[in-house]
């Protein structure tokens, strides 16, 4: 068996990190809109004015994110630079862009629709128009390029004014503006768009984007996430039935744990660990909370509140596939204390200069894992390598790095499809053409085989350059990762 004739090979970004023109074409603000930039010491930050009119900011970063003080409105604050407004401005690029991923011989972009860029406020009745129709060339032109649509419904840019007017998903009016949303873009898009993605990361979201301007405490982040759990589970259920030919993801954070050592209690611990990412793909996927729930939620002090019905609601709507991410690995120990995609460093791994351990047998491993335990077809539609790339004097820019990164991974993924005879129906390497990361707000923290010549501060001439790994990466999708086999610089 080898890889199948219908993998789909491409890339992946956020509209948030990647498109720009935030108040252009009758969109309206996000969360992320009033996020500053960062780095590694100081940590992105969300602007906000008191009722005094003071100003004000909180931390956003999304491990670890302080919730607003009551009476906070997000606010723009003179001298911050906001990354998302202009992002590297696929908003006017997109025709450039998208021929650059056809000439890697990319067969699917992976990309996410802007909410307020369809519903400015989300609570209009009618949707904007310009902004549909600035989607629909885009899909066009996808099209005409042989390239398949993958298309996120939410990664984490909750239209600003449902965050600050509900609390965004922590109140149930959030849900039925997100179906009605997700409605439209069924209605306008899904002749042409065969992949959903319901949401991004879901366990991973937290603070100001999930919550809005609530308190972002345990409570109200497991009461907004079963929300979450009803908003895809309602638009799966009603996509199917517009759409029969459709299929539909939700997107998790995979960062596989291991027990720190073979200590009984250490080993306890990651199982409990695991269940807090498996609390998410179990219901999903199986349309029921597991059994575990119960024990998980009393830990963290949580009493869910459901109302009838809910349980048939999320029954009816599970994933015909599973999406996910996956950058790196981590370990747990009874001692540890755990985030989605934290735990403790592995001392056997080496490291990116932003410290995200490399693990290409984890990727394996994530994948025997998922597929055993849900049997369902799997899709990678985010993995690659954050780095400083630097162009040299002759305008080439050298990422062997990445090359090296990404082969291993690849070559870790086709040995899950034809060793393993797990089913895997395509790969979204993140980023693809550089884009503003989203833990820290950098520029300098890079994914693409595509060079975006602007800085952190956003100068620059928005140049696009491809890399070395731009040709590496049309060879593997040429050959149809026949080329895998060889080393990383062959
Ligand atoms: C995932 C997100 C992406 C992306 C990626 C890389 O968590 O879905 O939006 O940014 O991680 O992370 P970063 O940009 O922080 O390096």
């Known amino acids: 068996m080898g890889m199948p004739d219908t993998f789909l090979w491409g890339g992946a970004t956020a509209a948030f990190q990647f498109e720009g023109g935030w108040d252009e074409g009758g969109r309206g603000p996000s969360t992320h809109d009033f996020e500053t930039d960062g780095n590694q010491e100081h940590p992105r930050r969300v602007t ?7 100003v004000g900011s909180a931390r956003s970063h999304f491990f670890n994110p302080e919730s607003l003080p009551d009476g906070a409105e997000p606010c723009l604050v003179e001298g911050e630079y ?11 690029h997109w025709r450039e862009d998208i021929a650059l ?16 860029r369809i519903f400015p406020t989300g609570d209009e009745d009618e949707p904007n128009e310009e902004g549909l129709a600035f989607y629909a060339q885009v899909i066009d032109c996808l099209k005409e390029h042989g390239m398949e649509p993958l298309i996120t419904i939410h990664h984490d840019d909750l239209p600003v004014a449902l965050a600050v007017k509900y609390d965004g998903w922590s109140s149930r009016h959030t849900i039925d503006c997100y179906v009605k949303y997700a409605k439209t873009l069924f209605e306008r898009f899904g002749s042409s768009c065969r992949y959903w993605l319901t949401f991004n990361e879901i366990n991973a979201v937290r603070g100001f984007c999930a919550c809005g301007t609530h308190k972002c405490d345990n409570q109200t982040h497991y009461q907004a996430v079963h929300n979450m759990f009803l908003a895809s589970a309602r638009a799966v259920k009603l996509g199917h039935e517009m759409m029969p030919k459709a299929q539909f993801g939700a997107m998790y954070a995979l960062s596989e744990i291991y027990p720190a050592t073979c200590k009984p209690e250490d080993v306890f611990r990651h199982m409990q660990c695991r269940r807090e990412s498996f609390y998410f793909t179990d219901t999903m996927v199986r349309g029921t909370y597991p059994a575990y729930a119960e024990d998980l939620l009393s ?7 459901t109302e009838p019905g809910d349980a048939e609601i999320i029954a009816q709507g599970t994933l015909d596939f599973i999406a996910f991410s996956y950058y790196r690995s981590c370990t747990v120990s009874a001692a540890s204390k755990f985030n989605v995609v934290g735990g403790d460093p592995n001392p056997y791994l080496p490291t990116t200069s932003w410290g995200w ?15 055993d335990r849900y049997g369902k077809p799997l899709f990678i539609v985010e993995n690659g390598m954050g780095a400083a790339d630097k162009v040299r004097d002759d305008g080439t820019i050298d990422d062997s790095y990445r090359i090296e990164y990404l082969h291993d991974h690849l070559k870790a993924m086709k040995d899950v499809i034809e060793i393993d005879h797990v089913t895997c129906l395509g790969y979204t390497m993140w980023g693809l053409i550089d884009l ?10 890079r994914y693409g085989t595509i060079y975006v010549d602007m800085d952190d501060k956003g100068n620059g001439s928005l140049k696009r350059i491809p890399k070395k790994s731009y040709g590496w990466y049309r060879h593997v999708i040429e050959t149809n990762g026949a080329c895998l086999d060889e080393k990383a610089h062959a």
């Open 299 to 305: 830990r963290r002090g949580v009493t869910l509140h």
């Open 48 to 54: 906000y004015r008191m009722p005094d009119g003071t």
């Open 357 to 371: 351990p490399i693990d290409p047998t984890g990727l394996r491993y994530c994948m025997n894992e998922l597929s």
């Open 436 to 445: 503003v990361s989203l833990s820290t707000g950098e520029m300098k923290k």
């Open 101 to 116: 991923m056809a000439g890697m011989g990319c067969n699917v972009y992976r990309f996410s629709i802007s909410w307020s």
């Open 82 to 92: 906001y990354p998302s407004h202009k992002a590297v401005d696929f908003y006017h």
